[in-house]
């Protein structure tokens, strides 16, 4: 005689809720993880460009084709979106300037900012090669230190 065991009956309507919530969930975690990529990954193509522009204008500054005193402005034409800002210290030494680059431009909503600081030397008060004068000329006494005896 063989004993016959119960068949075990189908999915219950309770294990098949459950199933369905823990699959959902996974979806609304999966979901909201791909949104904080994206996020990053725009913040990063942000920073680089606010960085790349920034850096480009204390360049200008550096060259003199930026005075100290100017105020800010766009980038136009190429970044009309981006906008600039010139803060200068003189915190020491003459014709030394500690010059901040802000770069900054709205972003949903929200500012986004950038700002680069450097230490720099006042273009305009350097000299160029053509103001350069040589030395008075040495005489031989004066380099070795005087006669021997």
């Known amino acids: 005689m063989r004993i016959r ?6 999915l219950t309507l309770i294990e098949v809720m459950l199933g ?4 959902l969930l996974a979806l609304v975690a999966i979901g909201r993880l791909v949104d904080m990529g994206t996020d990053s990954a725009n913040e990063g193509r942000l920073t680089a ?5 920034a850096e480009s204008k ?7 084709a930026v005075p100290f005193d100017s105020s800010g402005g766009t980038f ?42 450097q230490m720099i030397l006042d273009p305009q008060a350097m ?4 103001q350069a004068e040589k030395p ?6 004066e380099t070795t230190g005087g006669t021997m005896p």
């Open 127 to 130: 000299g160029t090669a053509a």
């Open 20 to 23: 369905l919530v823990i699959m």
């Open 49 to 53: 460009r606010a960085n790349r522009l």
């Open 136 to 141: 008075a000329a040495e005489t031989e006494e």
């Open 76 to 117: 136009e034409p190429e970044e009309p979106s981006w906008s600039w800002s010139l803060e200068t210290q003189q915190p020491g030494p003459a014709n030394l300037y500690q010059v901040t680059v802000r770069v900054y431009r709205e972003v949903s909503g929200r500012r986004f900012e950038v700002s680069l600081t």
């Open 5 to 10: 065991s119960k068949p075990r009956p189908g």
């Open 58 to 64: 204390l360049a200008e500054v550096e060259a003199g």
